[in-house]
């Protein structure tokens, strides 16, 4: 049974940073893409940063230079470091996973139902401060 676990949310000023890490359990990490997304309640949500099983990322316009996705096979580990936050960078945190070829990377450019990623985690919760 494939599992994720978000962790590394919490409160913070804008202009400071956090690490999010995503844990993953019941699947090897290497077959798998992860994508990270956010949501704010009344709002769609929305696509942030994705790793495809051949390592290559791929970011949406609001994070591109400011948030950093990686992955640690060892640990089946993916993480998303954010740094220089704002105010519309808060909200529920989520990361999901999928084998299917393409679908990170789809999701990341569509909120269209088909392209939702299999699995996914409870989410973290990011709060920036002006």
């Known amino acids: 049974q494939v599992q994720l676990q978000e962790s590394g949310g919490g409160s913070v000023q804008s202009g400071g940073s956090l690490k999010l890490s995503c844990e993953a359990s019941g699947y090897t990490s290497s077959r798998y893409c992860v994508g990270w997304f956010r949501q704010v309640p009344g709002k769609e949500r929305e696509g942030v940063a994705v790793i495809n099983s051949n390592t290559s990322t791929t970011y949406s316009e609001a994070v591109k230079g400011r948030f950093t996705i990686s992955q640690d096979h060892a640990r089946n580990t993916v993480y998303l470091q954010m740094n220089n936050l704002n105010p519309e960078d808060t909200g529920m945190y989520y990361c999901?996973?999928?084998?299917?070829?393409?679908?990170?990377?789809?999701?990341?450019?569509?909120?269209?139902?088909?392209?939702?990623?299999?699995?996914w985690g409870q989410g973290t919760q990011v709060t920036v401060s002006s």
């Open positions: 999901a996973a999928d084998s299917r070829p393409g679908f990170c990377l789809a999701s990341l450019i569509s909120p269209a139902p088909w392209f939702e990623l299999k699995y």
